[in-house]
C-alpha cells in the first residue's frame, strides 16, 4: 500500500498493511533538535508527508530579555496581541480585541487563509496538493470555534457568555462559523483528503461546559461545518485535550471519523472499545506532559506497548501520532520512534 491508502484503511476500521504513523512538523522540535530529528525521521518514514526537510531559523537578537531569555510579542491577523516565552511554542494572549464585546460591531475578520478558487495562487495551491497525494494522505485545516474565541476574549468571559447564551458569543461563534465554512469549502476544492477540527472541550476530570450546553451551543455548528466535508467524501479529524467522552457520539454523529484524545485522562481499554463501538478510529499519542518530558526510555516503550495493546492499530481504526514539544530528551524521541516502527514491521505478528 502507498501510505495515503494506508491512512484511508485505517480510517475506515480496515486492516493496513501495516501501522500507521503521522509525524507532527512542529517546528519547535526541529529547532531543539536538528539534523538528529530529521535524519530520525528519515530513517522511519511515515504515512502524512515528509517531515524529514523541516529547517527553522534562530529567533533574532532582539527576542531576547535582559536575562538572556527567549520573550517575544507579536500581533496576529485576527488582531490578538501574544505573549512568546517559548520559541516556536503557541503563545498567551496579553491584549484581545473582544474583551469588550462592544467592539464585536466594529471587528473585522481577518482575510482567508486559503487563496481564492480561480487565482493563480490557489492554482499553485492546489498543485501543492495533488503533488503530496501522490504518495502522502493529505489533512489540511485547523477548525475550531472555542479556541479562536478564546484567544479574542477572555477564557472566563467566554464561558460565562455561553452559559448566558448571550446575543454577542451567538453572533461571534456564527461569525466564526461562516468564515470556517468559506475555508472548508478552498480546502474541498483543492482536495483535501481530511479537514482537521480542533477544540478543547475538556479539563482533566470533565468538560468546562455541561455537555447539554455543548450540544446546544457547539453541536449545530459543528455539524453545518462538517456536512460540506461529508457531501465530498472526505474525512473529519477532530482533535480534543481534555476529558470529552460525553460527546464523543456526538462527534460521530455529526460527521467526525476520528478523534485525537489526550489519552493519560481514559482507561485506554475503555476508550478503545467505545471508538471501536462508533466507529471513530483513534490517533494514539503518547503522553508528552511527562512520560515524554520527564519519564525514561523505558517508560516511554512501555506507554507505546500499552496503547498497541489497547488499540491494536494492526488491525485497522486507528494509528501512532508522534508529536515533538520543546523538551523532549532526544533518546525518548527515538525510543518513540523505534517503538512504534517495531510494531510497523510485521502487521499480524502481534
Same mark, same amino acid.
Given at each position: ?26 517546528? %519547535? /522540535?526541529?529547532? #531543539?533538535?536538528?539534523?538528529? $530529528? *530529521? ?10 508527508? !515528509? ?91 485547523? %477548525? /475550531?470555534?472555542? #479556541?479562536?474565541?478564546?484567544? $479574542? *476574549? ?10 448566558? !447564551? ?185
Amino acid at each position: 500500500m502507498l501510505p495515503r491508502e494506508r491512512v484511508f484503511t485505517a480510517l475506515d476500521f480496515k486492516k493496513p498493511d501495516m501501522v500507521p504513523v503521522e509525524y507532527c512538523t512542529n517546528p %519547535v /522540535g526541529f529547532y #531543539e533538535h536538528g539534523d538528529n $530529528l *530529521r535524519q530520525l525521521f528519515s530513517l522511519y518514514p511515515a504515512d502524512f508527508g !515528509d517531515a524529514s526537510s523541516i529547517y527553522v531559523k534562530s529567533p533574532d537578537k532582539d527576542c531576547f530579555d535582559s536575562d538572556g531569555r527567549y520573550h517575544e510579542f507579536k500581533v496576529d491577523e485576527w488582531g490578538t496581541e501574544w505573549e512568546y516565552r517559548i520559541y516556536l511554542m503557541r503563545g498567551h494572549p496579553f491584549k484581545r480585541p473582544l474583551d469588550d464585546m462592544e467592539n464585536l460591531a466594529g471587528y473585522k475578520l481577518p482575510p482567508q487563509p486559503v487563496p481564492e478558487p480561480g487565482t493563480k495562487e490557489f492554482a499553485l495551491f492546489k498543485d501543492n496538493f495533488i503533488n503530496h497525494k501522490q504518495k502522502f494522505f493529505k489533512k489540511a485545516g485547523w %477548525v /475550531g470555534i472555542l #479556541e479562536q474565541m478564546i484567544a $479574542l *476574549r477572555k477564557f472566563e468571559d467566554v464561558l460565562m457568555d455561553i452559559a448566558m !447564551d448571550t446575543h454577542q458569543i451567538n453572533r461571534l461563534a456564527d461569525m466564526l462559523t461562516d468564515y470556517h465554512a468559506e475555508t472548508i469549502h478552498r480546502l474541498l476544492e483543492a482536495g483535501a483528503d481530511a479537514i482537521e477540527f480542533g477544540d478543547d472541550y475538556g479539563t482533566q476530570s470533565g468538560m468546562l461546559i455541561s455537555p447539554e450546553r455543548w450540544r446546544q451551543f457547539f453541536k449545530p455548528r459543528l455539524a453545518k461545518l462538517m456536512q460540506p466535508i461529508k457531501n465530498a467524501g472526505k474525512k473529519v479529524l477532530f482533535h480534543s485535550c481534555g476529558m470529552a467522552w460525553d460527546i464523543l457520539g456526538d462527534l460521530k454523529e455529526i460527521g467526525a471519523d476520528s478523534i485525537w484524545p489526550q489519552l493519560p485522562l481514559y482507561d485506554m481499554d475503555e476508550l478503545a472499545k467505545e471508538c471501536k463501538k462508533l466507529g471513530l478510529a483513534v490517533a494514539i499519542h503518547i503522553d508528552r506532559a511527562y512520560t515524554m518530558t520527564h519519564g525514561s526510555p523505558e517508560d516511554v516503550k512501555q506507554a507505546v506497548d500499552a496503547a498497541f495493546k489497547a488499540f491494536r492499530p494492526d488491525l485497522g481504526g486507528s494509528w501512532f501520532y508522534i508529536e515533538v514539544d520543546n523538551g523532549f530528551p532526544f533518546e525518548n524521541i527515538e525510543t518513540l520512534v523505534k517503538s512504534v516502527a517495531r510494531y510497523r514491521s510485521t502487521v499480524g505478528a502481534f
